[in-house]
């Protein structure tokens, strides 16, 4: 406990490179980055297949291959291909030993909740509804920005509560890789045997994926319309069965 | 890496009892969580249908340790129990709380009340009706959770082996030996053979629900 | 189908009361009873009918003790209920409710067989009950055993829902709507056989409903229950329909409840009258005769085998020749000694004819039905109903010619 301590309390760490600021702002910036890259693939083909409800066997497939690769695995596996790109593409070849790896394999293992939050949260929506607006004139666009999207909203923001999360693991395990963040922390502190320095990346990187835990999970409820909020029934839970929202791929 | 062919398979059939005995490591850290966290799992959910207050405050605190990103957690044990397989066990076995909890609660909840009324009223009590009619019908959704955790778990253990050094880690061991050696062989064996566990192990939890519920592989014959 | 070992139990509720305090009435729990005495003979179908609220499931509920009472008892054969066993006293009252409750993952022979289970049977002696009473429901076993409620239609798994209520052959049944969750037709089928079955079973048996025409068929007492749990009225169908106790009772029942004492009574019931008729193959002119002697307007041309054909006017009787088929007017309804007063009337109107054929389960004609016949008796019968307040007299005895 006195090294977590010390390490914590020392005005050196937070500054410079390898601060804890530093590191943090790395941290989430990654993660932004790569849930935005995600987005634009993924978001566009959820609410396709949810809007038209073609594809969704492809989808729910393309989820549980998504689930069943380890994130580690990914990055490791990316690297040597990143590596042999760098003359191709002209980017530094050291890069490609860290962070276009981690920041492929996070982009790689964020779109399948985003994909599935979007296309599950549509089919959610009541069909009745949808045909009833189509009924009254509405262009598919308007019933997809004006109906589905915001009837799905819990949902979807849930798929993006469960990408953030599984994206922050992911940079986190990047360290390995020396690609900072907040995971560099632990990563050093094992390689140096430094306990303090371990114990507070540990706090650290629990404290932020915790905090972005609660955040998004307000951000859910309140983005949820008020006549769909849950009142002291329990609500079932199909899709988070098999998809629950908050926990689906975070643990990497 | 330039020079040598990208996968050297010759290497790999030379340490195929190598790749068994790393699938012997990384079985052992999938069975060994999974049960006990089973076990944990349904112990709370049985307590959540006596208590359905403790619902919120389980899920909360399970969820909070699966929030938590598993180097992390399987960081924060090393300096306690140093190399040996606590270190990997206990946050594996968390990590499927929350997921095996969710789902064996909604399992119980998915049973239709009329079933519930019928039982009680012709004499059940509430430990047969529990074992022989809510559990059962419960199966479905509970198989949903336990394949998740599975395959969740599988790629857990991967990371386990960053902290694991050679001790722990099953295939994960091949992708830290293979990263640090530059040997992308090992890495590739390492990641494929994560992958096409989950699969398997996947496949196989999918046969074992069709064999405790048959009456669901049956078409209803009319409404 | 073995004799009944069991015959039914009195069920008597003492002053019963149940009141839900605010935080249940929230949580949506159903209507209060007040203040129920009822005396239930063994063997009776006691019919339990109000509107929504008004407290009858409730009731019933009470006595398998799904709910307890907040004061009064009830007693089985003399019994305080609240002092078996919970679990052995559910499992020695049959129950069936709305949506049934089959168990999905179990096998209609194992779902049927569930009571007998939970008493320890041997598995021989489960499946031997299992297999006769889906036989009494009318399912045959060997098919419908094995399969599971998913694959049975709506109709059917309501006979299982009977049959499961039935297989430890429980003095008391408890059935709450059970056939309300199947459509019409299907629905008459099975009050038909049930009240069939209860013919050979002679159980008690408490049945709940919000449609006063189920209560009336199958009743051999109805209690008619309002709103906030009170008792508005106790009698026999007849009584109810004929003298309502209160403007709620009368409305209850509703504007047409003459009509509905109809269906309490069958055609064996009202004096029929002869035709006259004609064979199929006789003269002419000897046909013409008979009915100018009869002063009858029409004939009823009969088959060889006494089969009724349909009418013939007396005016159009040809004036030679041999009568064929080709000469009737198959229009007037056929109705069996069975057939309620109300359907047959319904017939009548239905075909604008005077009259109904009444045939017997050959096929054979009776006699003849008419609406001045009905309409008599009736006013006799509501006499009698008044008077001895025991209900409808008896129907006439068992026709040699019918099934029992």
Known sequence: ???????????????????????????????????????????????????????????????????????????????????????????????????????????????????????????????????SARGMGMQERQILLGIEIPLAMPILVGGYRTAMLQVIATATIGAILDGGGLGQFIVDGIARRDDGMLYTGVILVATLAIGVDVGMSWLQRRLTPRSLRPGGTARSDPAGALEPTAAQGSAA | MNGRPFIDWDWILAHLDDVVEKLGQHLMLLFIPMVAGFVISMALAILALRRPGTVGPVTLATGLLYTIPSLAAFAVLRPIFGLSLWTAVIPLTTYTLLILYRNIVAGFRAVPPEIHEAALGMGYTPRTRLLRVELPLAVPLIMAGVRLAAVTTIGLVTIAAVIGADKFGGFGQFITEGQQTSFPTKIYLGGVLSVLLAFTVDGVLVLVERWLTPWARVRAARG | MTQPTTRGATVAFDHVTKHYDEAALRKGAAGAVQDLTLHVPAGTVCVLVGPSGCGKTTSLKMVNRLIEPTSGRILLDGVDAATRDVTELRRGIGYVIQQIGLFPHQSIGDNVATVPRLLGWSGARQRERADELLSVVGLDPATYRDR?????????????????????????????????????????????????????????????????????????????????????????????????????????????????????????????????????????????????????????????????????????????????????????????????????????????????????????????????????????????????????????????????
């Open chain 3, 148 to 404: 599971y409620p998913a694959q049975l239609s709506g109709g059917e798994r309501q006979r299982v829902g009977v049959a499961r209520a039935l297989a430890a052959d429980p003095p008391i049944m408890l059935m709450d709507e059970p056939f309300g969750a199947v459509d019409p037709i299907v629905r008459d089928r099975l009050q038909n056989e049930f009240l069939r079955l209860q013919e050979d079973l002679a159980k008690t048996i408490l049945f709940v409903t919000h449609d006063i025409d189920e209560a009336i068929k199958m009743g051999d007492m109805v209690v008619v229950m309002e709103t906030g749990g009170q008792v508005a009225q106790v009698g026999t169908p007849a009584e109810i329909l004929a003298n309502p106790a209160s403007d709620f009772v009368a409305r209850f029942v509703g504007a047409d409840r003459g009509l509905k004492r109809l269906s309490l009574y069958r055609v064996a019931d009202v004096p029929l009258e002869t035709a006259v008729t004609a064979v199929v193959g006789e003269s002419a002119v000897a046909v013409r005769a008979r009915a100018a002697g009869a002063q009858a307007r029409e004939v009823l041309v009969l088959g060889a085998d006494e089969r009724p054909i349909g009418w013939l006017m007396a005016d159009d009787i040809p004036g030679e020749g041999t009568l064929g088929p080709a000469h009737a007017d198959p229009s007037s309804p056929l109705m069996d000694r069975r057939t309620t007063l109300k359907d047959a009337l319904s017939m009548l109107l239905d075909q604008d004819v005077g009259s109904g054929i009444v045939i017997d389960r050959h096929g054979r004609l009776r006699g003849l039905i008419t609406i001045p016949a009905v309409m008599d008796w009736m006013r006799d019968e509501r006499a009698r109903a008044a008077q001895d307040a025991d209900g409808p007299t008896a129907p006439a005895g068992p026709d040699p010619d019918d099934e029992a």
């Open chain 1, 1 to 131: 406990m006195d090294a977590l301590v010390t390490f914590a309390t020392d005005a050196a760490n937070w500054s410079g490179t390898n601060g804890i600021p530093t590191r943090l702002v790395e941290h989430l910036m990654l993660a932004l980055a790569a849930v935005g890259v995600a987005t634009v693939i993924a978001l566009p083909a959820g609410l396709y297949i949810g809007h038209t409800g073609r594809g969704q066997l492809l989808g729910i497939n393309l989820a549980n291959i998504g689930r069943a690769i380890p994130s580690y695995a990914v990055m490791v596996m990316i690297l040597p291909l990143a590596l042999a790109w760098a003359p191709t593409f002209g980017y530094d070849p050291r890069l490609g030993l860290s962070v276009i790896p981690i920041f492929l394999a996070m982009v790689l293992l964020a779109i399948p909740p985003i994909l599935v939050a979007a296309f599950s949260g549509l089919r959610e929506v009541d069909r009745d509804l949808v045909e």
